[in-house]
């Protein structure tokens, strides 16, 4: 069970840390697989300085780790007005039909109705708001060629978070080694940026088994709680898809007294969103607004292999329902005197259900 909670730990100050600019990573390290690891340990256990090539000999036979297969999209498209002003469009959610959710810049001048032409004979006619993401405009697409999900990967680039200010010259170290499915994500799910296939190949050796499910990371992932009360929060909706082969895999695990651990806050929440009340999984094929917050019981996972967080995020949330409030402050503590790097592309934590 997650760690129970009082009323004083839905204060969303409690979330909030000083993050210095100069520990926010810029760039990915040139081996994926060297990344630190602080591994901390359930109960009151000391914190481990560990490294991320460690990962296998912390988990055994039997265990079960859970990956996020999606693929981010070349989401950011960008072209000018005829009057020469900068647009942006960033896409976040296909809806089908041609119709997508998108960000769009500048909001105040790209009215419902307006139309935007990009090169390659792709357009874009704004259609309205959207109300599973405050601030989203719902976007028509065209395409010449009558394949819109194609136009915007040939056209648009890869949206890296808005607190990564250097250029990635290799757009493929801001995607997973086993990203399976068609570009669908606006950002990556940066647990799995440390994995290599080295590395995958001695967690099977080691009798770990591996699934995958499968989430759309939206940008609303990254957005900082701004509500006073944690449970004042209006959740992101995000798609997911639960396969059987991943339910079967769980619960064998689970039969065989194995831990499932959780590869990224985004599959915890697609686990979570599945979940039966014996710890299972059933599978599905849907959206979720699931927000995890301390008082949250867990079914499913059992460790959590994630990245350092940004300040009042829900994901930062999410560490502290799984591991305690407390418990995430010494570790964030630790990481932050003894130099871990911190978000996209920086270090990670390996962390146990309380």
């Given amino acids: 069970m997650a760690s129970t909670t009082s ?18 990573a810029q760039t990915p390290l040139a081996e994926r697989d060297a990344s630190r690891m602080l591994h901390v340990p359930p109960g009151a256990a000391p914190l481990e300085d ?3 090539r460690e990962l296998p000999e912390l988990l055994g036979t039997g265990d079960l780790l859970v990956l996020n297969d999606t693929r ?10 005829k009057s020469g ?8 959610q296909n809806l089908g039909d041609g119709r ?7 909001g105040r001048r790209l009215k419902p109705g307006r139309t935007i032409g990009f090169d390659g004979g792709l357009t874009a006619t704004i259609e309205g708001g959207n109300e599973a993401h405050p601030g989203a405009r719902l976007v028509r697409f065209h395409s010449d060629d009558g394949d819109t999900d194609a136009a915007i990967e040939r056209l648009g680039t890869v949206p890296l978070p808005p607190y990564i200010h250097t250029r990635l010259h290799d757009t493929e170290r801001y995607q997973t080694v086993y990203a399976q499915s ?23 050796t080691r009798g770990v088994a591996i699934t995958t499910v499968r989430l759309e990371v939206g940008l609303g992932t990254f957005a900082p709680i701004r509500t006073e009360r944690v449970d004042d929060h209006a959740m992101h909706e995000e798609r997911f898809e639960l396969p059987p082969a991943a339910a079967k895999a769980i619960a064998a695990t689970k039969d065989n007294g194995g831990r499932v651990i959780a590869v990224g806050t985004t599959a915890v ?7 039966t009340p014996d710890g299972r999984v059933e599978p599905h094929a849907g959206a979720t607004r699931l927000f995890i917050q301390p008082g949250t019981r867990f079914k499913v996972v059992d460790g959590l292999l994630t990245n ?16 305690g409030t407390n418990r995430w402050r010494a570790a964030y503590d630790h990481a932050l005197q003894n130099g871990y790097r911190f978000l996209s592309f920086g270090d990670c934590m390996l962390c146990w259900r309380q």
Avoid: K, N, W
């Avoid at 570009?183 to 001695?202: K, M, V, Y």
């Fill in 7 to 24: 009323v004083d730990a839905l204060d969303t100050a409690l979330y909030d840390y000083e993050l210095p600019e100069e520990r926010i």
């Fill in 50 to 52: 560990r490294g991320f």
């Fill in 72 to 81: 981010v999209r070349a989401a950011r498209l960008r072209t000018q007005t």
């Fill in 85 to 92: 002003g900068a647009v942006e469009v960033l896409v976040l």
């Fill in 100 to 106: 997508y959710v998108c960000l769009v810049r500048p």
């Fill in 182 to 204: 068609p570009p669908q994500s606006a950002a990556a799910p940066t647990a799995g940026l440390h994995f290599t296939p080295r590395i995958l190949d001695a967690l099977q």
């Fill in 269 to 275: 929440r697609t686990l979570e969103s599945c979940a």
């Fill in 308 to 323: 350092f967080h940004a300040p009042r995020s829900s994901l930062v949330v999410l560490v502290a329902a799984m591991i």
